[in-house]
């Protein structure tokens, strides 16, 4: 009697470890990305070079909340030397870049950048990732991926409401979301970086991550260091920039209180 009870434990136990092994790569097959990598600017001092290069990301897959970008430099003389908008850490040719705040949304290309050192050549990062899941690379297809997307709906011949209906609440709330509008105030400080400028509140609406908000745009002789100013502004989680320091809001108005 005790054979097939140990077959069956065995059938049992191998079950169990095909849908260990199949599971994870069912769920990494649903999530796509896209980067377009760019470099507007090179230069060579005589002992190494510099450039400053710009990464589009597409998120094809559900939109992310906490996400980081990976990627791998051809050369080891290549280098991030100071980067924008993401937290930078680099390992020999492996570069990560940790999101610091807002939503990679779906099919809405969100950009970044760095500034970087090389020695030898330059050539593009290859092996790009978001949460590990490889990205496709060079330009994006945006006719081929609008063709596809509108395929489904001329293909039901009668009223093809089903078809419409259900992308319809998807694109719709992208592109009308409303942008948050906040007020608050607080003692302005200058960043980190040269010509940065934060906001410590004092009242008002904090900002979602981090304690300071970063000013961007406004009237530069209200917003000097030391000022106690109320600012009215529209929360920027898209906005890509140069200071690293404090939470995007673009300035609406602001006035010395």
Request: aromatic residues 6%; charged residues 10%; without cysteine.
């Given at each position: 009697m005790k054979r097939p009870i140990a077959l069956i434990a065995a059938a049992l136990m191998a079950a169990g470890l095909a849908t260990a092994v199949t599971a994870p790569t069912a769920e990494a097959a649903t999530t796509g990305c896209h980067i377009t990598y760019t470099v507007p600017s090179q230069w060579w001092t005589g002992t190494q070079g510099g450039f400053q290069a710009n990464i589009t990301i597409t998120n094809f897959g559900p939109p992310l909340v906490n996400w980081t970008l990976g990627f791998d430099f051809v050369h080891p003389g290549q280098r991030v030397t100071q980067g924008w908008s993401m937290t930078w850490t680099q390992s020999g040719r492996h570069v990560t870049a940790t999101s610091?705040?807002?939503?990679?949304?779906?099919?809405?290309?969100?950009?970044i950048g760095f500034l970087g050192s090389w020695t030898t050549s330059n050539p593009a990062p290859t092996n790009f990732t978001i949460n590990g899941v490889p990205c496709s690379t060079g330009p994006l297809p945006t006719a081929t991926r609008t063709?596809?997307?509108?395929?489904?709906a001329p293909s039901s011949p009668a009223p093809s409401s089903p078809a419409p209906s259900s992308p319809a609440p998807t694109s719709a709330a992208l592109s009308t979301a409303p942008i948050p509008t906040v007020s608050v105030t607080g003692i302005v400080e200058a960043g980190v970086e040269s010509g940065c400028l934060v906001l410590n509140p004092v009242s008002g609406q904090l900002p979602p991550v981090t304690s300071q908000w970063l000013l961007i745009g406004g009237d530069r002789?209200?917003?000097?260091?030391?000022?106690?100013?109320?600012?009215i502004g529209r929360v920027r989680h898209d906005a890509a920039s140069y200071c690293q320091q404090g939470y995007p809001l673009e300035v609406l108005a602001a006035k010395v209180v």
């Open positions: 610091m705040w807002g939503v990679l949304e779906t099919n809405k290309p969100f950009t063709t596809a997307t509108a395929s489904p002789t209200i917003l000097v260091p030391g000022a106690r100013v109320q600012v």
